[in-house]
């Protein structure tokens, strides 16, 4: 979405990207999700780990679907949505850590040399 933004705006096509959290719907739950058997031996453990964690949530989910549609329809209707809505506490925990990281990594980078701009006194 973020690519497809930019070739679509200048026609007043409008796009968000949402990534949402947990919410309280059935998707869970065995009839809406097709879980993943474990084919391969080195990932079986963590594969069935994953989807007992899943499963464990399920009934427990910290979002409110009625919220979230509401908070979409409110996006739709804005003559300049964001790029990006990130919707639910949880979802917004996760993504501030991967900004957090992101920083991080970027920090390290460039205390290593990776801002690797034009620079008259470096030579090839």
Same mark, same amino acid.
């Given at each position: 979405m973020e690519a497809l933004h930019h070739d679509i705006k200048p026609y007043g096509i409008r796009t968000t990207v949402v990534e949402p959290g947990y919410f *309280?719907? #059935? !998707? !869970?739950? $065995?009839a809406s999700t097709t879980w =993943? #058997? =474990?084919?391969? $031996?080195d990932y079986a453990e963590r594969t069935t780990a994953t989807v007992e964690a899943r499963k464990s949530i399920n009934e /427990? /989910?910290?979002?409110? =679907?009625? *919220? &979230?549609?509401?908070?979409? !329809?409110? &996006?739709? $209707? *804005? #003559?300049q949505p964001p !790029?990006?809505?990130v919707a639910g506490a949880d979802a917004v925990e996760g993504v501030s850590a991967?900004? *957090?990281e992101l920083l991080a990594q970027a920090?390290?980078?460039r205390e290593l040399g990776g801002d690797l701009g034009h620079d008259d006194t470096v030579s090839a």
């Open positions: *309280r719907t #059935e !998707l !869970l739950v $065995d =993943p #058997e =474990p084919t391969i $031996d /427990q /989910q910290p979002g409110d =679907p009625a *919220r &979230l549609a509401h908070a979409l !329809l409110t &996006l739709a $209707d *804005r #003559e !790029l990006r809505f991967k900004a *957090r920090e390290a980078s």
